[in-house]
């Protein structure tokens, strides 16, 4: 198999990793009571981060940190203009502006970086 076609094949993964955790982390999040738009961010920032590192064919951990800039530019873009929703929740605060969606995506992207860098500090031993 070509170089091309294995980072065509871990991009795959991680697309589809995306979805899979994002929507996940959205219905379990609003299961549990909570905003749905934290939750779906940080469950898919952790499994685009983690997929990487797994998926990449070469260069793992410095996919990773790419995997984690690039997403935080990306949820930077598309959550800056978030506001509370309108639930007995937030009575308060409903329609305020907060950055809590884009922080706890951010937050997911660490600790995804954390959990690569474990796997990468056992492979070497």
């Known amino acids: 198999m070509l170089p091309f076609e294995r980072w065509f094949l871990a991009f795959l993964a991680v697309a589809g990793a995306f979805f899979i955790a994002g929507i996940t982390g959205s219905i379990v999040t609003d299961l549990a009571g909570l905003w749905h738009l934290p939750g779906a961010g940080f469950a898919a920032a952790l499994a685009v981060v983690v997929t990487t590192y797994v998926a990449a064919p070469s260069r793992k951990f410095q ?6 800039v690039v997403g935080a530019l990306a ?3 598309l959550l800056d203009s978030s506001w ?6 937030y009575q308060g605060l409903a329609y305020q502006p ?7 995506t951010f937050c997911g992207g660490v600790v995804g ?4 860098a474990l796997l990468r500090s056992r492979a070497r031993a």
């Open 63 to 68: 996919a990773s940190c790419l995997a984690l």
């Open 75 to 77: 949820a930077w873009f």
């Open 84 to 89: 509370y929703p309108e639930t007995d929740r």
């Open 98 to 104: 907060t950055h809590l969606p884009f922080i706890a």
């Open 113 to 116: 970086l954390l959990f690569a």
